[in-house]
């Protein structure tokens, strides 16, 4: 009995020594994502969703999500 709980306290030992050096090892820099930059987000005029600038589709009174939420405010709103 006495045996075994000396392998297991040189394991344990062995483990915590071995954490503590990979904690003093400088961690390697993070290289930036490709896909980092920021693209703008516009909300459709009629929902309210949030989509990227280049999903968004220009209508009469601001961008929509859709063709069917741009043809149903242009429906609500009529131009002037």
């Not at 949030?50 to 063709?67: K, N, T, Y």
């Amino acid at each position: 009995m006495k045996f075994l709980l000396l392998v297991v306290a040189v394991i344990v030992l062995v483990w915590m020594l071995r954490g503590a050096r990979r904690r003093d090892e400088p961690l390697p820099p993070r290289a930036p994502r490709p896909d980092a930059g920021a693209e703008p987000m516009v909300a459709c005029r009629l929902c309210g969703v949030h989509l990227p600038q280049h999903e968004a589709l220009p209508g009469r009174g601001g961008v929509f999500c859709g063709e069917a939420h741009r043809a149903e405010y242009e429906k609500q709103h009529p131009a002037a």
